[in-house]
């Protein structure tokens, strides 16, 4: 993630937990690269169609290290 905080998709659904959808994703790789980080291995994604593995992502979680 860039120093400057992206701002999360907006969802036109009216429904409070579809609202919390991309908070919650966020959440979710952020905590996949921290865990893939102290375990050692990589973090499956999807490129081009087909799966990949790459190296977990600092700017993902060294914020949450502190913690």
Known sequence: MSAAKERLPVLKLDDPDMQAVPAAMERAVRRAHRDAHRHG????????????????????YEDDEAS
């Open 41 to 60: 291995t990589g973090v499956l994604v999807v490129e081009n169609g087909k799966m990949v593995e790459v190296d977990p992502d600092p700017a993902l």
